[in-house]
């Protein structure tokens, strides 16, 4: 399968900056942050996706002579940096976090330290493909959680933004708890669960329901769920797979994975109803699907009801992540390497204090508390620091600064979560399968505190800075505002 | 540049039905509709967009040898039907509206008849490119309308669900109306305008504001738009951006398209104290360009302030279409070929009277008023149906039938919009330059009433059916009814 070209899939910009330092001869090596501000939907986490796809970018990252050729006829680049450009390839480091780990705002996600103009060009690329990813992880891990125990099914891609939305949306899908996709093409590429069974239309096609049902029931005995809500759920649909599945049963056909799929009115009424129609028929373990406009909102408010449903299709709210359809991720230089080959650390200001960034060189380490295994907090501190756990620690709220946390020595565990995917750049990261980031990611989970992974009002996971790193930003600020 | 091959982006319940109409030798010809059942963001129109990427997939339709290993692998599909697969093209008709046409809810936008095998397997893709592009064309002709007549850039690559968002959103946006994308991607696939100057890094990255504001100004007079809110916006960057207009005035270069871009802060605020100092400058043609997290409806607001900003960028909100990120179309079964070639005409009924669908093979003629060429009603009828514009003509609210509206011969034109796209699996249609296409757009938003193109509680145009169909249409409803 051929992946389409994605070196101009940059904005215009970044382009007539690398002129810009290219003209000026001015090169350095810099370091630019991917982080965001605030996880969608109010949740108390997200789920980090999309390394996968931006390792292959950043691999097949050059420049063909179309692409130059194109480049030219805007009649902005100069000759000379028309054939840098041809030339191009990443040269850089790159370090990030694995995907599927819960993440927080504010902290470094993806890491690029490079000379600037290699760093510059990579930014759009690196948002789109982790803002895209990152969100639909989030939106199914909610989906999943809200769920229980029940298998979710992806189900959006028809209403996903654009075929790539489709496609890596069901990959994120996947990796947030999803158990299945009906993206065939997702399925092939990533070697995940692909499911499905009939439309209306099916139904539509034959002479009547009972026909078009046993139809189906013959051809997909191991795997037949019947979708009973074309003419009329209760009176038709329901009693029509009623007397399938006991003809298939009279006939010494054993049923597996069967029952019936609901994808209209309302999914807590029908659901009830259907099943006392199915047990009282002597089908207690035929599965009831349902599908209809879910989000984890719905879900959670039919559960509460106690909708007899054993699985759900989730289509456009997850696919777009409807009630915040993007991630907000965003790309920030950090510090600038001056000749001794210190990294100088950089800032940018703003009226609004959370938005101010925090600068430097930096890493995270993940602090668990040792007795349960659950995250205490996250600390963003300069990459060359080194903590000894054994030891008594203080971090502070790097807005709210007063609020200081004492970490007694000895009751916690840190692990650096943030890991060298390319180095001068080659690649030196092997991702895992998509199936394994799921698993992981389901671990992942488990080390946020319940009230953590609340649908509403969750409680906030700390993302603090070292010692260190707050006084240098204090610094920094104070220097500034001084001008 | 190579295209991903999408024959496999289809959901798996196709396949399964398409194995079962194959096992069942059931393949007649069946005429299929994509509609929408309502305009996003309570728009008054919606805009059509995404047929030639329609087009390029169908004529792509076919299953490489890996396509058919991977089906096998799954272990569902029997070696004749993989074998069929492997010599699948489509073969079918297509029509469709054309690219840039304004449309509104309940009408087939395409409509597919071909055998139900291929019918049914291009659903998915066609419903997910019309239902992206259809929505961000829609989404960006409202921000151009909130702008009157001020230029709107498309600039949301970071924030889009993937790089196909990205860019078709890219493509669908200049359709809509906006002058330009930054997307350079886009402009080089699609011939459209890129525009875009520099980034808060660029800032950051010299010893100070003035420097990088001189620097770019020295490399690009041309075009030369300046950021101005990395610092202090009225305290900084503005007296920044002057000085270097004026030594660049005072050097002899001639200033062409030059001005600043505000990026933060309340932009009808920071725009007119920009707009007093540039003015008492001596630069009352550099314009002021306005970018963050803008809509249509915050543009509408700064516009009534009096905003004095020239140009806008428009990220995030457009690209996503985030306040209502999907477009809803549906691909129903309207009619099944009968032995003797004529089509019966099928319908999906529904608790929801507004869902029950049109039955029949049918197509959509568009009635102007004669004196203003403004939109009068769209008329869905049968395909064969013919009308006399110098005759009177009764039309019918297809749910409030009460609701009947008499057109006057001699007062009204009537144009066909539906026209034949693939006929027998050949493309016979041309799809115009995306420009061509942004043209006809906005001569399209022409014919309709200042009443429907208002933001808020806009007038709603009528989409009524003929005489015969609504005959048709309750006689089957009357027919199921007795069942």
């Known amino acids: 399968m051929s992946r389409k070209d994605l070196t101009l899939l940059t904005d215009f910009y970044e382009l007539t900056m690398m002129q810009g330092y290219y003209k000026e001869g001015q090169n350095e090596t810099v370091v630019f942050d991917v982080f965001f501000r605030n996880n969608p939907s109010d949740s108390g986490y997200s789920i980090c996706a999309g390394l996968a796809q931006v390792i292959e970018y950043i691999k097949n990252l050059n420049f063909t002579y179309e692409d130059v050729d194109y480049l030219r006829s805007l009649g902005i680049f100069s000759e000379d940096f028309l054939q840098y450009l041809g030339g191009f390839h990443f040269t850089g480091d790159i370090y990030a976090i694995p995907e599927g780990t819960v993440i927080f705002p504010k902290e470094p996600i993806l890491k690029v330290v490079a000379p600037i103009m290699e760093a510059q060009l990579v930014e759009t690329t690196i948002l789109n493909i982790l803002n895209h990813q990152c969100l639909i992880a989030t939106k199914a891990s909610r989906v999943v959680f809200a769920a229980g125990g029940d298998s979710i099914m992806e189900f959006g891609l028809r209403r996903a933004q654009g075929p790539d939305a489709g496609l890596y949306g069901a990959r994120a899908a996947i990796i947030g708890g999803c158990a299945g996709t009906s993206n065939v093409l997702a399925g092939r590429m990533f ?161 609004n204090t959370e938005k101010i960034t925090n600068p430097g060189n930096k890493t995270i380490y993940r602090i668990y508390e040792k007795d349960t295994g659950k995250i205490k907090a996250d600390l963003i501190c300069f990459a060359d620091e080194k903590f000894d756990a054994e030891k008594d620690l203080m971090i502070f709220d790097p807005v709210s600064t007063w609020k200081k946390t004492k970490l007694v020595g000895g009751t916690y565990t840190m692990k650096e979560i943030l890991v060298p995917v390319f180095k001068n750049g080659e690649c030196v990261y092997q991702s895992p399968s998509v199936m394994e980031i799921a698993e992981f990611c389901k671990a992942e989970k488990d080390t946020l505190w319940e009230e953590t992974k609340r649908l509403f009002y969750p409680h906030r996971v700390y993302v603090d800075l070292s010692d260190r790193l707050y006084e240098v930003k204090k610094s920094l600020l104070d220097q500034m505002s001084m001008e």
């Open 191 to 351: 070697d995940v669960p692909v499911l499905g069974t009939h439309a209306h239309s099916w139904i539509m096609s034959f002479k009547d329901e009972y026909t078009a049902f046993k139809t189906y029931a013959e051809l997909y005995p191991d795997n037949c769920t019947l979708l009973v809500d074309t003419y009329d759920t209760l009176k038709s649909g329901v009693p029509n797979a009623i007397r399938v599945f006991r003809e298939l049963r009279d006939s010494g056909v054993p049923l597996k994975k069967y029952g019936i799929r609901l994808d209209s009115g309302d999914l807590a009424y029908l659901s009830k109803k259907a099943r006392k129609m199915l047990d009282a028929a002597g089908f207690p373990d035929a599965g009831i699907t349902a599908s209809n406009d879910l989000d984890e909102y719905l879900l959670h408010d039919l559960k509460q009801q106690n909708a007899a449903i054993t699985s759900w299709g989730v289509g456009t709210n997850l696919i777009t992540s409807k009630d915040c359809p993007s991630f907000g991720g965003v790309y920030k230089l950090a510090a600038i390497q001056n000749e001794a080959g210190e990294f100088v650390p950089k800032i940018k200001l703003s009226e």
